[in-house]
């Protein structure tokens, strides 16, 4: 079992950065394959982007692709987001999420462990 907790949100100006992170306590952690989620006010949440066991494969949102990166560090028990080139419309609250397989999925039903979240919010 992992336990999901994100950090690194905060309030940026368009263009700006931003990198997440999502330290996930428990043993096993390698075991997981990882995922970003994000939800906007009024909207249902969304995946953003997602990451393998080992780190080999990565898969993301069109609306991010080019602009976001997802990685991760086994030893440290840690994936991260990095956000570059944001936009208004990526603000949301983010949502780091686990899941026990080694292949990432975009399903949000795929993953059994989350976080609470953390806002991001991107000014014009």
């Known amino acids: 079992q992992v336990q999901p907790v994100e950090s690194g949100g905060g309030l940026v100006q368009a263009g700006g950065s931003l990198r997440l992170s999502c330290a996930a306590s428990?043993?096993?952690?390698?075991?997981?394959?990882m995922g970003w989620f994000r939800q906007a006010p009024g909207k249902e949440r969304e995946f953003v982007a997602a990451?393998?066991?080992?780190?080999?494969?990565?898969n993301y949102a069109d609306s991010v692709k080019d602009r976001f990166t997802i990685s991760r560090d086994n030893a440290k028990n840690t994936v991260y987001l990095q956000m570059n080139s944001l936009k208004p419309e990526d603000t949301a609250v983010y949502y780091c999420?686990?899941?026990?397989?080694?292949?990432?999925?975009?399903?949000?039903?795929?993953?059994?462990?989350w976080g609470q979240g953390t806002q991001v919010t991107v000014s014009s």
């Open positions: 999420a686990a899941k026990l397989a080694a292949v990432p999925g975009q399903s949000q039903g795929e993953y059994d462990y």
């Open positions: 428990g043993r096993t952690f390698s075991w997981y394959a």
């Open positions: 990451i393998s066991m080992s780190g080999s494969r990565t």
